[in-house]
């Protein structure tokens, strides 16, 4: 008897096993669709490196609040209604709606300029509870971005530096700033209003330059920010590429679509079992540094050879 119920197991069919659970991911973005394009077709092909075919082995629920904080709210809950293994968020405003409706359902954070400081891990190393992911935080960059203002406007006195005047997360431009001889103007930007009042200051204050900070105001007023600095003929430097292709003179930052395509890693690895509050948040290896010599020459300014030499676009 025993050797036929062992034959009896043998013998079934493979198609009678339990089928394989197929993961399903929520993505939540605060943009629109066509904003979100270029960093949503990142985290697909790295899934697809990965092994992961939409509708074939993983389920995508996709999510775009078109920049209404109120739809970001609505889709984050909807999203956890919906049980996903995962959600993805595409930046800070995403990671917060989906901590306000779930504490347990893993949450990647594609892009974070600060999560230690905005609350959402307890650190970069260990970040505790339910959400890990990347961030954009590297404080040598505001360092960097003055070294190459100082390079195209050699005689640079006065910056104006849009988004933040918080000392804490300006201590590499203010030591840059002393290096370099050069004084800082700060310009706070909480409302949309600001940036206007933040340029007035600036030709107040016979800025030579602005530099431009990452903040979710910021980021979502990219436009009136470039024509702005191009109305008052002033040389900007950005922390995102996207300023650059909407008419900003230059940006160097992180490769924002490099991160998206590691948020992928993030998802196979819990979806495979592990834990977010076990997974470090990473910081950015990539960085790209683009100049628009269109709009180098519209405000008068000659880019030297040896800073176009070093860049990884140019826009002519």
Request: contains cysteine; hydrophobic residues 45%; positive net charge.
């Amino acid at each position: 008897m025993t050797l036929c119920a062992v034959l009896f197991a043998f013998c079934q069919p493979t198609g009678a096993q339990q089928p394989t659970k197929v993961p399903r991911i929520g993505y939540l973005a605060a943009a629109s669709l066509s904003a979100n394009a270029a960093r949503t077709e990142a985290f697909r092909r790295g899934l697809y490196k990965l092994g992961y075919l939409e509708s074939k082995n993983i389920t995508i629920e996709w999510r775009y609040a078109e920049g209404r904080r109120d739809r970001l709210s609505k889709f984050a809950a909807e999203l956890v209604r919906l049980k996903p293994d995962v959600i993805v968020t595409a930046g800070p405003g995403s990671t917060g709606a989906a901590k306000e409706v779930t504490s347990t359902i893993p949450i990647v954070m594609a892009q974070d300029s600060d999560p230690v400081r905005s609350g959402l891990v307890a650190s970069l190393a260990r970040p505790g509870g339910n959400i890990t992911g990347l961030t954009i935080l590297s404080p040598e960059l505001g360092g960097k971005r003055l070294e190459i203002l100082k390079e195209v406007v050699p005689k640079l006195l006065h910056v104006a530096v849009l988004g933040t005047s918080d000392r804490s997360v300006l201590t590499e431009i203010r030591l840059a700033a002393e290096a370099f001889g050069v004084k800082l103007l700060y310009a706070d930007v909480l409302d949309s209003k600001d940036i206007e009042i933040g340029f007035q200051a600036a030709t107040k204050g016979r800025a030579d330059a602005v530099l431009v900070q990452a903040n979710p105001v910021v980021n979502s007023q990219r436009r009136q920010i470039v024509e702005l600095a191009a109305k008052g003929r002033l040389p900007a430097i950005y922390y995102r590429q996207d300023f650059v292709e909407e008419g900003g003179l230059m940006a160097y930052g992180v490769n924002i679509l490099d991160l998206d395509r590691r948020a992928a890693y993030f998802v196979d690895k819990i979806v495979k079992g592990a834990k977010p509050a076990d997974m470090p948040v990473e910081q950015p290896t990539k960085f790209e540094f683009l100049v628009n010599l269109k709009t180098a020459q519209q405000i008068g300014l000659t880019i030297p050879p040896n800073v176009l030499a070093r860049a990884d676009r140019v826009i002519k």
